[in-house]
């Protein structure tokens, strides 16, 4: 796998200098995405994880500043160097998005093929008669039925598993290198969930790009990611791909946010919980973002940041104590098995 | 008051002897759609369509469907937030279908639900209640009968609205901002007059304690929590009624995971110390099969299948159960499952489709699920299922 990497983001920081202060929604972050794969990224609500995508597509409210030092190299280039205009010819093109709500991120006044057109007309040298023909093309991949009548119809017209399709035509309508995709399945219901992952799969395969998936669920990550990212508190806690990251959690919370959740596969007696709450981004605790929540802290863990340690080849941590939780690991099992 | 209500749960727990606590029967709300300038009724939205199921003391029963199936509305009305379109809600033995109507409607309602059939000659009882009924029926006459059932509405009300309670899904529009924690708990508990002024202070405390929030908090406004804590003041606030039934209408989706997990735990907690009784609504299958007892899966407004949970997850029956358990992403990337993708969506509950109404969805259609209509019939001892062909999937 000596691969160069789609897409390199090293020590990214964003800040948003608000009227109380300097809120670090991100606070260097470093990942990368390679060609093909789909890296999943985990977080609870103010982890930092969609601020991440919305940096690297330069969408900042002018609150937030990029600051200095970090780096977005997107296919040898430096997005953060680039101008504008070049800027905007890399959005919707080389890298598109999908939005958690659908309904807030299509405009209401125009139709689904008018904002499909759009983005093919901006970025591709084509007559309005190819586009449309271009648009319906891609209704029908994406499995909306009945495309050249769809195409006319304005969003409040579909429900909210057919406006999130749309939304996928509209994003892969210039078959981009690299889809970021926050959430979007977070507002449908499952059964429509399934559907919309599943077209996502099928439309990677073939197109063969990169996506990030950005979610809280960590079963939508598990079968659909490669690779993921947790974040916690704007910073990257562990990195590993899918598998590892499930079997053999090397943070705690990781490994408290997996063993939280309700799941179908196995008989649980209780669930831990991670206590606490998840800290306030304008008042960080010192040393570990996650030292106060830590059911494994030591005296170190709230002094000083641990930095990113890697576990074993391509797994990075960032807990100095990592070593303990195979021990926690073992007394779970032990106490399963009697 | 409150040692009857001792002996009471004591007996619902034991596992000998159930005792129902809640029984919907044959539940219907349907919602006008109008229009023009007349606000003539052009359609209806048939939100619940004709659903039974019943809650033992002590046990929590999970409800869950997907958004538009109506479990939400089956919550609301049976709260009497809505007024029932028809159906029969029985809470401790006790018919309360009339409890919110105007007394004269309340008196037309015992008349056709009960009288009616009682005055025909050779009249059988169909259940429990019909023949609690007939017996007073027979005994006091038409008069005795309405004034068991109408007579002193309002203190049946009050009663009702103490005994069951409801923790909302979004903990920031269910607290009133401009009230002080300790005002929005204390407001039912005098209101019904279960503690006096002076003892207020103390039973508050206690409440917050009990659902772990610091009892100096109670004078914070509702904007200075987070949306757990919140969550966890709206759990206090129903527990100070001493309710018989706690209905949690998506009570954690509007939280985050680490925390989800912490009031999940907290309710299941307080449940046995408190033998509480939970309709658990929810559209989340994995939290269901974690916290209930029962399930009862909702599609469309109707029940499609209710079984003991372990039934149900070892062998759901109905091809929708199975699609939707298939659809739940699974937090193992080793973990091989049988994968349906349902195809289309829900369709709309103006116009459900004819027989099943999952027939143009279900992947195991035959003729007769478009014409038919399956009635929810046992199949194993307690597993319900409508279906013409069960387990087919």
């Known amino acids: 796998m000596e691969k160069q990497p789609l897409l390199t983001v090293r020590n990214l920081r964003t800040y948003f200098y608000t009227e109380d202060g300097v809120v670090k929604a991100v606070d260097g972050v470093d990942f990368e995405v390679y060609e093909g794969e789909t890296l999943g990224i985990v977080g609870e609500s103010g982890s930092g994880k969609s601020v991440t995508s919305l940096t690297i597509l330069r969408l900042l409210d002018p609150k937030g500043k990029i600051e200095e030092g970090s780096e977005i190299i997107f296919d040898g280039k430096n997005l953060l160097e680039l101008s504008d205009d070049e800027m905007r010819k890399i959005r919707g093109n080389e890298i598109a998005m999908i939005f958690q709500e659908p309904m807030v991120a299509l405009n209401p006044v125009f139709t689904i093929g008018e904002q499909i057109m759009e983005a093919i007309l901006l970025h591709q040298d084509v007559d309005k008669k190819t586009a449309r023909e271009m648009a319906i093309d891609m209704l029908r991949k994406v499995g909306i039925p009945e495309p050249q009548k769809r195409v006319d119809e304005y969003p409040h017209e579909l429900s909210g598993g057919m406006r999130q399709r749309a939304m996928i035509a509209m994003a892969l309508s210039c078959r981009p290198k690299l889809l970021i995709a926050d959430e979007p399945t977070t507002a449908l219901d499952v059964t429509i969930q399934a559907q919309i992952l599943e077209l996502m799969k099928e439309l990677q395969k073939e197109y063969g790009m990169a996506i990030i998936l950005i979610t809280h669920d960590v079963g939508v990550i598990a079968e659909n990611a490669d690779r993921v990212v947790v974040m916690y508190g704007g910073k990257v806690m562990e990195t590993s791909d899918v598998k590892t990251i499930f079997k053999k959690p090397k943070h705690p919370y990781t490994w408290g946010l997996l063993t939280s959740i309700p799941r179908l596969d196995v008989e649980q007696e209780r669930l831990y919980s991670i206590p606490g709450m998840v800290p306030d981004p304008l008042h960080f605790p010192q040393g570990c973002r996650f030292n106060t929540r830590c059911d494994f802290k030591e005296s170190k863990c709230s002094v000083e940041m641990p930095p990113l340690i890697e576990v074993e080849p391509g797994h990075l941590s960032r807990c100095f104590f990592y070593n303990k939780l195979d021990e926690a690991q073992k007394i779970l099992k032990a106490g399963e098995g009697a | ?393």
């Not at chain 2, 994995?286 to 899966?297: C, G």
């Open chain 2, 1 to 393: 008051m409150t040692e009857n209500k001792a002996t009471l749960n004591k007996n619902g727990n034991s596992t000998s002897e159930k005792k129902v606590l809640l029984k919907i029967d044959n539940l219907v709300k349907h919602f006008p759609i109008k229009a023009g300038v007349f606000k003539r009724i052009v359609a209806w939205v048939k939100a619940v369509d004709g659903v039974s199921f019943e809650v033992n003391n002590g046990e929590t029963v999970g409800l869950v469907g997907e958004s538009g199936c109506g479990k939400t509305t089956v919550g609301m009305t049976l709260l009497r937030l809505y007024e029932p379109t028809s159906g029969r809600i029985i809470v401790d033995g006790e018919d309360t279908t009339h409890y919110f109507l105007p007394s004269w409607k309340a008196k037309n309602y015992v008349r056709k639900t009960y009288l009616e059939r009682f005055k025909k000659s050779g009249f059988v009882p169909n259940d429990e209640l019909d023949k609690k009924y007939f017996e007073i029926f027979t005994k006091n006459g038409e008069s005795g009968l309405i004034d068991y059932l109408v007579g002193n509405l309002e203190e049946k009300r009050l009663a009702f609205r103490r005994d069951i309670q409801i923790v909302f899904q979004d903990p920031y529009s269910s607290l009133d901002p401009r009230m002080r924690v300790k005002n929005i708990l204390a407001e039912g508990p005098l209101a019904h007059k279960m503690i006096t002024r002076d003892q207020t202070i103390d039973r508050i405390g206690k409440a917050l304690e009990e659902v772990g929030i610091h009892p100096t908090h109670m004078y914070r406004f509702p904007h200075e929590f987070s949306g757990g804590q919140r969550q966890r003041i709206g759990i206090a606030r129903a527990l100070l009624m001493n309710p018989k039934l706690i209905i949690a209408d998506e009570a954690v989706a509007a939280l985050d995971v680490s925390i989800r997990s912490q009031v999940i735990n907290l309710m299941m907690d307080l449940q046995k110390e408190h033998d509480l009784t939970y309709l658990f609504i929810s559209h989340d299958l994995s939290l269901i099969k974690y916290i209930s007892s029962r399930v009862v899966v909702m599609y469309l407004g109707k029940v499609v299948e209710t079984a003991l949970k372990k039934d149900l997850f070892d062998e759901p029956l109905h091809p929708y159960t199975k699609a939707l358990m298939s659809a739940i992403p699974v937090p193992n990337p080793e973990f091989k499952k049988q994968r349906i993708i349902l195809q289309g969506d829900v369709p709309s509950p103006v116009n459900p489709p004819s027989g099943c109404p999952f027939h143009p969805r279900c992947p195991v259609a035959k003729p007769i699920c478009s014409t038919e209509k399956p009635a929810l019939r046992e199949i194993k001892s307690e597993h319900f299922v409508a279906c013409h062909f069960p387990g087919s999937l």
